[in-house]
């Protein structure tokens, strides 16, 4: 079974910072597609960073130049770097997972609904 533990969500002014986490185990660290995705009250669930298994990231256009998704290998651990961020931000923020291929790169969240979820840290930024 897949676990996938977030951590480091909060509330930010606009312009601030926040770093997210998410810890697994070492196979799915390694062997799965790993990504951000993130729903506001009352939009839809999208896609906001995915990472390959070789490293190449990949972002939604939203956040591109502000996010970084990174993996500490160390760790077993998913990060999402999130800077200059706005009130369009604020949302339910999951780590999801997902074991197929496809070569789709760190852009893979845009090609596949993931088949494992984390339970949600939420983010909120303030104006």
């Known amino acids: 079974q897949v676990q996938l533990v977030e951590s480091g969500g909060g509330s930010v002014q606009a312009g601030g910072s926040l770093r997210l986490s998410c810890a697994t185990s070492e196979y799915t660290h390694n062997a799965y597609y790993m990504g951000w995705f993130r729903q506001a009250p009352g939009k839809e669930r999208e896609g906001v960073a995915g990472?390959?298994?070789?490293?190449?990231?990949g972002y939604a256009d939203s956040v591109k130049g502000r996010f970084t998704i990174s993996k500490d290998n160390d760790k077993n651990t998913l990060y999402l770097q999130m800077n200059s961020l706005k009130p369009e931000d604020t949302a339910l923020y999951y780590c999801?997972?997902?074991?197929?291929?496809?070569?789709?790169?760190?852009?893979?969240?845009?090609?596949?609904?993931?088949?494992?979820w984390g339970q949600g840290t939420q983010v909120t930024v303030s104006s």
């Open positions: 990472i390959d298994r070789d490293g190449s990231t």
């Open positions: 999801a997972a997902d074991p197929r291929d496809g070569n789709y790169g760190g852009s893979w969240f845009v090609h596949l609904t993931p088949w494992y």
